[in-house]
């Protein structure tokens, strides 16, 4: 079963950092985009930012540019997201999702639970 | 940047009766050189994650009933529920991944009457 699972979520202060990390299973890793997407407390679906399959090429939504990095280890098929200086506009549940293939330009295929976020002193 | 929008914010439609809902985007999605468009459908019910519904604005992914189609090309799209059922009752969707930042629309709940 292709299956994403997220972790690393919890309580962190304003000015705060933290890692999040998904662990992918039931697919080749290394053949596929991955992504991560936040949704903030009964709101929408908001984009945070994209890495190709060989950890190349990296993008960022403008919210997160210059805060946060996207990685990946293909050898431990984990993706990662580190974010720094969060903000409480960043609170919310992290999403990863699967590409839908190997180009970065593809739909979200398979989404994990999600992993919250909160950003409180 | 493309900004997504969506219409309407919420509509309640009746057992089998269809359901429309409508997606713009504020420059084209239509990739020429394979005439494809990058828009994509997704299906989020309370407490679950998304569910991707149909890619390239009118595939249905592996499982999902045919109830559900997708149609629009350039700019404007439209995610068609034909037969609404019960377990239609979501949020449903849009998003954009022609190009960098990719970028969903802000969504269209979709209730029963």
């Known amino acids: 079963e292709v299956q994403v699972v997220e972790s690393g979520g919890g309580l962190v202060q304003p000015g705060g950092s933290l890692r999040l990390s998904c662990a992918a299973s039931?697919?080749?890793?290394?053949?596929?985009?991955m992504h991560w997407v936040r949704q903030a407390p009964g709101k929408g679906l908001e984009y945070v930012s994209t890495?190709?399959?060989?950890?190349?090429?990296?993008y960022y939504a403008n919210s997160a540019k210059g805060r946060f990095i996207i990685s990946r280890d293909n050898s431990k098929n984990t993706l990662y997201l580190q974010m720094g200086s969060l903000r409480p506009e960043d609170m919310a549940v992290y999403y990863c999702?699967?590409?839908?293939?190997?180009?970065?330009?593809?739909?979200?295929?398979?989404w994990g639970q999600g992993t919250m976020v909160t950003v409180s002193s | 940047d493309i900004v997504m929008t969506q219409s309407p914010d919420s509509l309640a439609v009746s057992l089998g009766e269809r359901a429309t809902i409508n997606c713009k985007s504020s420059q084209s999605v239509l990739y020429s050189s394979n005439n494809k468009n990058y828009l994509g459908w997704y299906q989020q019910k309370p407490g679950q994650p998304p569910k991707l519904l149909i890619s390239r604005a009118s595939t249905r992914e592996s499982g999902v009933p045919d109830r559900f189609s997708g149609s629009g090309s350039g700019t404007d799209f439209t995610l068609t529920i034909s037969s609404l059922q019960a377990e239609d009752v979501a949020v449903y969707f849009c998003q954009q991944y022609y190009s960098f930042p990719f970028a969903f629309g802000p969504g269209t709940k979709v209730d029963i009457k």
């Open positions: 039931g697919f080749t890793f290394s053949n596929y985009a």
């Open positions: 890495i190709s399959n060989n950890g190349d090429n990296t």
């Open positions: 999702a699967k590409g839908l293939s190997s180009n970065s330009y593809g739909a979200f295929e398979v």
